[in-house]
């Protein structure tokens, strides 16, 4: 039983293209997360969610749009994609919003941009 | 705002051997300090955290950290190597009400049979 699972695993696309990428938890937790890890793995949150409202939104391009359906799920739409969009991104879940709660971690997408 | 700085962005070590990965905290506030362990592509996984009470914290794979307020500092270790602790491993900082957390560099392990 995959706890976080992410869509697709590779995604390879041209610049300018619009993409998805999909997370799903089964966890019943009710704060997911949206993370970027550049090519030299750091990682660096982009957004969060708390029962289906943002709570965090950290400075990132108007081109990233999350959007959370009910709380097993945040997507997460780009569009124009550009070359320093190549990135892992990493959906994760904890059970609230404290800051103490572990976070579970989908195993991430790998998004090339040529 | 908190941060973790983690002193070497790899370590070798042989098998069996200490490993001891360092991490220093930046906070205004009592910190939840976390370690993660990546393995190659694959998602993160948590390794131990502190959140209040005792210092020394033990974590799975037999992995311990000790957090020492006074050096600001959250070292990780695993008094024997394995060939499958070969990794990167995260520090994290986060306090309450923060709802996120600031991960370090991150520090590559490799271990040498």
């Known amino acids: 039983d995959t706890a976080v699972s992410q869509t697709p695993k590779y995604l390879v696309t041209q610049m300018g293209n619009d993409k998805s990428i999909k997370c799903e938890q089964n966890?019943?937790?009710?704060?997911m997360y949206w993370y970027k890890q550049d090519s030299k793995k750091f990682l660096k949150i982009m957004f969060s969610?708390?029962?289906?409202?943002?709570?965090i939104n950290e400075t990132v391009p108007n081109r990233f749009s999350p959007k959370s359906p009910d709380k097993a799920h945040l997507n997460l739409h780009i569009n124009s994609l550009e070359l320093g969009d190549s990135a892992v991104y990493f959906c994760?879940?904890?059970?609230?919003?404290?800051?103490?709660?572990?976070?579970?971690f989908g195993p991430g997408t790998r998004l090339t941009v040529l | 705002a908190q941060s973790v700085t983690q002193l070497g962005s790899h370590v070798s070590v042989s098998e069996g051997a200490l490993v001891l990965l360092r991490c220093n905290y930046s906070?205004?506030?009592?910190?939840?300090l976390f370690w993660y362990v990546q393995y190659p592509n694959q998602g993160l996984q948590l390794l131990l955290k502190?959140?209040?009470?005792?210092?020394l914290v033990k974590g799975i794979n037999g992995f311990e950290a000790e957090f020492k307020k006074s050096e600001t500092s959250f070292h990780l270790t695993k008094p024997s190597a394995h060939m499958s602790d070969a990794a990167e491993y995260f520090c994290a900082v986060s306090t309450p009400n923060d709802y996120k957390l600031s991960f370090g560099a991150g520090t590559t392990v490799t271990v040498r049979a």
């Open positions: 994760a879940s904890s059970q609230d919003l404290q800051s103490l709660n572990e976070q579970f």
């Open positions: 969610y708390n029962n289906k409202e943002l709570i």
């Open positions: 966890l019943g937790h009710d704060t």
């Open positions: 502190y959140t209040t009470g005792a210092t």
């Open positions: 906070s205004s506030v009592p910190p939840y």
